[in-house]
Nanobody, 121 residues
């Protein structure tokens, strides 16, 4: 069983910063990509950022250089440093792990439980 445990969410004023962390645990041989998605009230879930095991990154257009995703492969941990936060960044942020190899010929995708990020104006 693989679990993703997020931390680092909270309340911050506009212009402030937060750092999200997500650690994957369990029977893991390797993880292809890790990332973050978010869901604001009344909106669909959307990609924020993702990073492959090789370090290639992908960001949503709305990030506009404010966020940085990084990863520690040895710890199966992904981070999201969020700077210059805006009220519209308020959402539940979910950690994702795609292509998790748990056994030979067994690969799955996993989501964390989510962490709330609230940005006040």
């Amino acid at each position: 069983q693989v679990q993703l445990v997020e931390s680092g969410g909270g309340l911050v004023q506009a212009g402030g910063s937060l750092r999200l962390s997500c650690a994957a645990s369990g029977s893991i041989f390797s993880i292809n990509a890790m990332g973050w998605r978010r869901q604001a009230p009344g909106k669909q879930r959307e990609l924020v950022a993702a990073i492959t095991s090789g370090g290639s990154t992908n960001y949503a257009d709305f990030v506009e250089g404010r966020f940085t995703i990084s990863r520690d492969n040895a710890k199966n941990t992904v981070y999201l440093q969020m700077n210059r936060l805006k009220p519209e960044d308020t959402a539940v942020y979910y950690c994702t792990a795609d292509g998790v190899v748990v056994a030979p010929h067994e690969m799955y995708d996993y989501w964390g439980q989510g962490t709330q990020v609230t940005v006040s104006s």
